[in-house]
Every structure is written in C-alpha cells, then in structure tokens.
C-alpha cells in the first residue's frame, strides 16, 4: 500500500483501529492468481513485540490448501471512509478526494492445529459477545457437545505472523481550518455512518492542530 507521509500512521494507532474493526480481506499468493477472503480476526503483540492475527476459513474454502506448510499473505482492514466534495471546502481550486482509514498486514501465514479450533472460536466470540454487554454472552459451551465438535471440524484456523505494517489515516490533516471545517459540516450533512465517523476523526483532528473545543 503506497502511504502518504501526511497520512501515515506507526503501530501504537494502527492497533486500536485493527482491534476495533477485526474485519478484513486476507489474501494469500496462490500458484495462478491472488486467493481472497472477507473474515473476522484477532490480533494480539507477540513477547518479542511483534504483530500475529488469528482467523478461519470454511474447510470448504480451497484458500487454506494454498497455504500448506506456510505462504506470503496479506490483511488488510479498512475503517470507515467518505467522498469529500470540493465545494465543501470554502475554498478555491480544490479537487474531489476521498477519506479512509487502512491498515495492511503482510507476513507468513501457516495452519494451525484442528484441534485449536475450539479455542479460536471461544476466544473470537468472546470478543464479539462483550461488544453486545448487557446481554448475556454466547459460549460454545451452549452447544451440544456433538454439533459443537462438527461444527469446529467444519474450519481451518489460520495464523498470519506479521513481517510488516502499513497504515495511514487519510482524514485531510494537511488541509488549512477553512478546508477542515466545511470538510466537516459537508459530512455531517450527508448523514451516514461512515461520512459521520469521519467528521467526527476530522473534528478530533481539528481539535489537535488547531485548538477548536470539542464538540
């Protein structure tokens, strides 16, 4: 992923938008052509201050034969992103663009154990289930035990030691209070999820270089 310099972003931001997010695109280096795949994830630092996900695939997903006893792969997750129309921003000779944040993870990717299975989906449940509190959370161990057994025998888990990071928040840090601020409202305006989550990175942004009072 080409990352601008404006925009980039180390590890200590990066890991807060992976864990917040835990979805993306995990794609291997199959023989013919690039394999993909949409999935949940965990990732978690390693002792020595590295990066490993933890994830899954139906055993009928062939993507999982493609990585035998290791293979390159890559992860990329995105947050939420938005158009920024010109017009927005009060000034002249300006050009469309468009908002985002992405993190890529690239590194060796290896098959674990079946019998690790069980674990993955406790501990991916678990963090999906504590985002719903007060509802009571959801263990496999609500399951009969057969169907439960069945259905973990039904995935491939997968990990993906990372070897390097690219991440960069594209929020238009580089723009004058002026720009910022019509950037801001123009998405407000607009009302959906993603343009509201943007203004709302775009205001804290604002809040930061320029000392506006937050919201």
């Given at each position: 992923?080409?990352?601008?310099?404006?925009?980039?972003?180390?590890?200590?931001?990066?890991?807060?938008?992976?864990?917040?997010?835990?979805?993306?695109?995990?794609?291997?280096?199959?023989?013919?052509?690039?394999?993909?795949?949409?999935?949940?994830?965990?990732?978690?630092?390693?002792?020595?201050?590295?990066?490993?996900?933890?994830?899954?695939v139906a055993r009928a997903n062939p993507i999982h034969t493609h990585i035998g006893a290791g293979c390159k792969a890559l992860l990329a997750c995105q947050g939420p992103d938005a158009y920024i129309s010109p017009d927005w921003y009060g000034v002249e000779n300006q050009v469309p663009t468009w908002t985002y944040e992405a993190v890529h993870l690239t590194g060796t990717a290896r098959l674990l154990l079946r019998e690790d299975n069980l674990l993955h989906v406790d501990l991916l449940s678990k963090e999906f289930e504590t985002r719903l509190l007060p509802k009571k959370p959801w263990t496999s161990d609500k399951m009969d035990r057969k169907k439960r057994d069945a259905m973990t025998t039904a995935i491939v888990t997968i990990a993906l030691?990372?070897?390097?990071?690219?991440?960069?928040?594209?929020?238009?840090?580089?723009?004058?209070?002026?720009?910022?601020?019509?950037?801001?409202?123009?998405?407000?305006?607009?009302?959906?999820?993603?343009?509201?989550?943007?203004?709302?990175?775009?205001?804290?942004?604002?809040?930061?270089?320029?000392?506006?009072?937050?919201?």
């Amino acid at each position: 992923m080409y990352v601008h310099p404006a925009f980039k972003i180390d590890l200590a931001e990066a890991l807060p938008l992976l864990r917040a997010r835990a979805f993306g695109l995990f794609v291997v280096a199959a023989p013919d052509a690039p394999f993909g795949v949409h999935v949940p994830f965990l990732v978690d630092e390693t002792p020595d201050g590295g990066l490993r996900v933890h994830l899954h695939v139906a055993r009928a997903n062939p993507i999982h034969t493609h990585i035998g006893a290791g293979c390159k792969a890559l992860l990329a997750c995105q947050g939420p992103d938005a158009y920024i129309s010109p017009d927005w921003y009060g000034v002249e000779n300006q050009v469309p663009t468009w908002t985002y944040e992405a993190v890529h993870l690239t590194g060796t990717a290896r098959l674990l154990l079946r019998e690790d299975n069980l674990l993955h989906v406790d501990l991916l449940s678990k963090e999906f289930e504590t985002r719903l509190l007060p509802k009571k959370p959801w263990t496999s161990d609500k399951m009969d035990r057969k169907k439960r057994d069945a259905m973990t025998t039904a995935i491939v888990t997968i990990a993906l030691d990372v070897e390097s990071l690219e991440a960069q928040k594209k929020l238009n840090q580089h723009k004058g209070e002026t720009e910022l601020r019509g950037a801001i409202a123009g998405l407000r305006g607009r009302g959906d999820a993603a343009s509201v989550a943007i203004a709302e990175r775009m205001q804290r942004n604002g809040e930061r270089k320029f000392g506006w009072t937050p919201d």
